[in-house]
T-cell receptor
């Protein structure tokens, strides 16, 4: 099965600073998903990327999938306290016979200091 | 705007007790899932139901049973709870399991403590 490595594991930034979270796999990422989880709450879907080189943005969050489709990055511009939480990446791995299975990274905990 | 709804949100059980976590989705999704989330382990799939009438084991099925009651509802049962089952449980749904680009939507989680 595919293993997803997220880095860093945790991150503390000053409000207003930019930051990047990475999600890396040794295998091709067929579908790459980013979720945000606030403490004590569920996972909120942020974005999905499928094509190499694809980039999507939502408000101040931008996600990219590299050309080789083995790494994705999540970039937050001018961070705010509302961005704090755990960010998880998930990816589809090919499991044979035309079927895909979704696996998740272990998450990156982001704290934003006012 | 309900999406995926799961109950209860919090539960404390004694070892050996049984309980059922309920989940319902209103997005007309075919596939539903139960995950558990533990510190340092990330999200792990317990069971899934690719479509109404089918269920399959995920990564960590031992100690659990599931029922896909209808297209909307998918329940998770702990027959004899053990402290190792203390976790946060998430129900989720998607249009079609097994396909690339199949976005999964999660419920808000159920915090279960087994003492």
């Amino acid at each position: 099965s595919q293993e997803l490595e997220q880095s860093p594991q945790s991150l503390i930034v000053q409000e207003g600073k930019n930051l990047t979270i990475n999600c890396t796999s040794s295998k091709t990422l067929y579908g790459l998903y980013w979720y945000k989880q606030k403490y004590g709450e569920g996972l909120i879907f942020l974005m999905m990327l499928q094509k190499g080189g694809e980039e999507k943005s939502h408000e101040k969050i931008t996600a990219k999938l590299d050309e080789k489709k083995q790494q994705s990055s999540l970039h937050i511009t001018a961070s705010q306290p509302s961005h704090a939480g755990i960010y998880l990446c998930g990816a589809d791995s090919y499991s044979g016979a035309g079927s895909y299975q979704l696996t998740f990274g272990k998450g990156t905990k982001l704290s934003v200091i006012p | 705007n309900a999406g995926v709804t799961q109950t209860p949100k919090f539960q404390v059980l004694k070892t050996g007790q049984s309980m059922t976590l309920q989940c319902a989705q209103d997005m007309n999704h075919n596939s539903m899932y139960w995950y558990r989330q533990d510190p340092g382990m990330g999200l792990r799939l317990i069971y899934y139901s690719a479509s109404e009438g089918t269920t399959d084991k995920g990564e960590v099925p031992n100690g659990y049973n599931v029922s896909r009651l209808n297209k909307r509802e998918f329940s998770l049962r702990l027959e004899s709870a053990a402290p190792s089952q203390t976790s946060v449980y998430f129900c989720a749904s998607s249009v079609a399991q097994g396909h690339s680009g199949n976005t999964i939507y999660f419920g808000e989680g159920s915090w279960l403590t087994v003492v």
